[in-house]
């Protein structure tokens, strides 16, 4: 494998101009923004906005005139992924992608998360960023942290009681847990406003209120329009699908990737490339996992909008391959299966019957 300096430690958001100027990562960094493809899309995320809004709209108007009715789980289902969609214009409004104003972008992040969907787009923003800075490194990606999953053997081996039940037997149960995915980022967000004391006053104001709203306009269209227990069943499955499409769009972009030792020093654009997974796919694929089967390119280029991330994949393939960097591409089922299989290594400590 090529090797290459080690490049200052910054965020992945940062402008190419600030890494090491004959880096590798410089090079590739030209020769796409030479393509154009760093240049804003706002037709495209006109379009893909209002499209999505109309079908927001069109979820709860069904709703409304459905009434009590167990036809309404459908509705719940839809819902389910309306909201993921919503979820990834807020993701890409979280990375500028959108708009040249970061206010503008703010703007949309937040009524596109905290509002329509009720999460915590701030909160969202600072572990999203700091998982960019160190993919797949441990102690400083919050997403493999040694939480309700253990994505290292050291974390599982540090279990006792019922979380080393759950790390043992954590690829069995990996997707029915991604059904309480919604609810666990809906607590997050209440959790964030109440805690982060350093946010600025108004912005926790801000988010506070348009979380309220969601919340309290959610919960009073669902118990006031539907009897109590459908309204508890509609709330079940259109949270736990809407965890479970978050969980299954997400997990195939590092779990199973190579992790890194806290103090590595791999340089930027191998730490992006070798923590990354591409699916392979279409249009349907683009549209269903919201741009995130083009994991490399994003980590590589986190402010390149959406519909560029195709066309950068050409580019930076052929950039690997001529510095013979592994460009680690998939399809999808076999991307649940690379988890899966990870996960059930990471847990095998803990399993008596087998030896290790």
Known sequence: ?????????????????????????????????????LKRRPGYYSVRITANLLL???????????????????????????????????HDAGHHQIAASKRVNDLLGRLHGNLLIGLSYRWWISKHNRHHAHPNQVDRDPDIANGALAFTEDHARARRGPHAWLARHQAWLFFPMLLLEGFNLHFAAVRSLLTRAGAPRRTRLAEGG??????????????????????????????GLFGLYMGCSFAPNHKGMPVFAKDDRTDFLRRQVLTSRNIRGRRLTDFALGGLNYQIEHHLFPSMP?????????????????????????GLVTSYAQVLRHLHAVGGPLRPELEY
Not at 9 to 35: C, F, H, I, M, N
């Open 1 to 37: 494998m090529a090797t290459d300096t080690p490049a200052p430690s910054v965020s992945a958001d940062a402008p190419a101009a600030v890494r090491t100027r004959g880096s590798d990562y410089a090079v590739l960094s030209r020769e796409v923004k030479q393509a154009g493809l």
């Open 56 to 90: 927001l709209g069109a979820g709860w108007t069904a709703f409304a005139l459905l009434g009590p009715t167990w036809w309404q789980l459908l509705v719940a289902a839809f819902l389910g992924a309306v909201f993921t969609q919503t979820a990834f214009i807020g």
């Open 210 to 239: 348009l979380l309220a709203a969601h919340v309290v306009g959610y919960l009073a269209a669902l118990f006031l329009v539907l009897s109590p227990v459908q309204a508890v069943c509609f709330l079940l499955v259109q949270q």
């Open 306 to 330: 959406r519909p560029n991330l195709g066309r950068a994949q050409q580019i930076v393939r052929a950039f690997c391959a001529r510095h013979g960097i592994p460009y680690h591409e998939t």
